[in-house]
């Protein structure tokens, strides 16, 4: 079964399997995107299916300016449903968050930042048409049943303790990547032990911080 055919039983389903509340995570240097899923507010979650991305420009790292071309890392939500977007249909991100506005350039940090459709990207999550089909309608049916904030966080790649290690091996000479990436890692290793969505504070730095368990 392909991954938008799974995406289309999952909308045919009643609950739990039709979740009322979902979670994306996007790991950048993989290029997959997963969709997961809970049947409560608190979760635990469990995923629901992944796509590939099909286009996605710049490189690993947050996006910091206007231009950059960069998708951007964090934590994220999604703020706007554009179903007349020029990329047949479109989620938008709260970027900037409150992370960018204090890590980046405050004057030019552009924004815009979609999952979309079609093929082709400038800083965006490109996912093709029948994928954002699919992205759309779970994102809709989970804001319908009265999720507010549709959480979506975005990784450099997944953090386990290979990648993390060739990570810092890799950008050694890019420690404010270092440092960045180390406030993302409390995060997917949180969410891969308990299956439970992070809540991450901002700290005045810009830096994401997490409140102690």
């Not at 996007?26 to 469990?46: D, L």
């Not at 960045?180 to 890692?185: A, E, K, P």
């Not at 949180?190 to 992070?198: A, G, K």
Request: hydrophobic share 35%; charged share 20%; with cysteine.
């Amino acid at each position: 079964m392909t991954s938008v055919a799974l995406g289309l039983l999952i909308l045919s389903r009643k609950t739990p399997t039709a979740m009322p509340r979902i979670g994306i995570r996007v790991f950048k240097a993989e290029r997959e995107m997963e969709i997961w899923g809970a049947t409560n507010n608190h979760g635990p979650f469990r995923l629901l299916v992944k796509y590939p991305i099909a286009a996605m420009s710049g490189e690993l790292g947050p996006k910091r300016r206007e231009g950059d071309m960069q998708a951007p890392e964090g934590f994220y939500y999604i703020n706007r449903f554009n179903p007349d977007s020029q990329f047949h249909l479109s989620l938008g991100l709260n970027y900037p968050n409150s992370s960018d506005r204090k890590l980046g350039d405050r004057t030019h940090l552009g924004s815009d930042i979609f999952i979309h459709g079609n093929h082709v990207s400038a800083g965006c999550l490109a996912m093709t048409d029948p994928v954002i089909d699919v992205i759309y309608r779970l994102a809709s049916h989970a804001r319908d049943e009265g999720e507010s904030v549709i959480p979506v966080s975005i990784f450099p790649c997944k953090m386990n303790s290979t990648n993390w290690t060739s990570l810092r091996i890799q950008y050694a000479q890019r420690p404010d990547l270092i440092k960045f990436w180390s406030t993302l890692l409390p995060a997917y290793r949180s969410f891969e032990r308990t299956r439970y969505w992070p809540r991450p504070h901002v700290a005045k730095s810009g830096y994401y911080s997490w409140p102690s368990q």
